[in-house]
């Protein structure tokens, strides 16, 4: 199995690659985000609670979305490998990760990190609000503390992943075909 965490801060181009990831790879692509915006948009009684959270820029507890991805895991027993787009998120979510996975007799095979400055991220998700209507990006200070979140509760896990010599770092700024190559050659040499 080939299992990819793509990682990096709100904005730094994590579900744009994983799209194009999962065709080239044959993958699943698992993406928390996504996963809780259906709930949202499905009014369900999780995506109201979470709706409350994702608008104030703040990240969803750890036990609401390991048990999305414990379901999801358990509903795609034949996949080829998972693509992890924005999870896990904190070192909480990447320990149970780990456990889930080994419970499956497979693991992690890299986290390729994508590296983009926050002016550009900020850019970015404003100019998102304008086509997508993302509540959560509609406002700079929102976005701030996204990025807030992420360099308090996710940049650690990058340690978390060297320590286990499973991390690569890769410039997110550019075209997105220019860094989906970038993607791509890490992940064949991972995959050799
Ligand atoms: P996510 O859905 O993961 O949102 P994101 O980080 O904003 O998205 P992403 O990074 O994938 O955006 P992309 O670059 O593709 O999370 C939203 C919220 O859900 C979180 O704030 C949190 O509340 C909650 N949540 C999700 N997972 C959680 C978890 N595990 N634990 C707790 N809470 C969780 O796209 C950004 C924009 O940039 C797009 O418009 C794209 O077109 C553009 N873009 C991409 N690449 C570009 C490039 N190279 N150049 C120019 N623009 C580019």
Same mark, same amino acid.
């Given at each position: ?73 358990? !509903?795609?027993?034949?996949?080829? $490998?998972? =693509?992890? &787009?924005? #999870? ?6 990447? *320990? ?71 991390? !690569?770092?890769?410039?997110?700024? $550019?075209? =997105?075909? &220019?860094? #989906? ?6 992940? *064949?040499?991972?995959?050799?």
């Amino acid at each position: 199995m080939l299992n990819i965490v793509i990682f990096g801060p709100p904005g730094a181009g994590k579900g744009t690659q994983a799209k194009k990831l999962v065709d080239k790879f044959n993958l699943i692509h698992l993406s928390t985000g996504d996963l809780l915006r259906s709930e949202v948009a499905a009014g369900t009684e999780l995506g109201i609670e979470a709706k409350k959270i994702m608008d104030q820029g703040l990240l969803v507890s750890d036990e609401i979305v390991i048990g999305m991805i414990s379901n999801k895991l358990d !509903s795609n027993p034949d996949a080829e $490998g998972f =693509i992890f &787009d924005g #999870f896990p998120r904190t070192v909480a979510q990447a *320990e149970a990760l780990d456990s889930l996975l080994s419970g499956k007799n497979t693991s992690i095979n890299q986290m390729l990190a994508l590296q983009v400055d926050d002016e550009e991220l900020i850019s970015r998700l404003l100019k998102r609000a304008e086509t997508e209507g993302r509540s959560d990006d509609a406002d700079e200070s929102i976005i701030r503390n996204r990025i807030q979140e992420y360099n308090n509760k996710t940049a650690p896990l990058a340690d978390y992943y060297q320590g286990q010599g499973k991390f !690569s770092a890769i410039q997110g700024t $550019g075209s =997105i075909d &220019d860094i #989906f190559d970038k993607l791509t050659e890490a992940i *064949e040499q991972i995959a050799l």
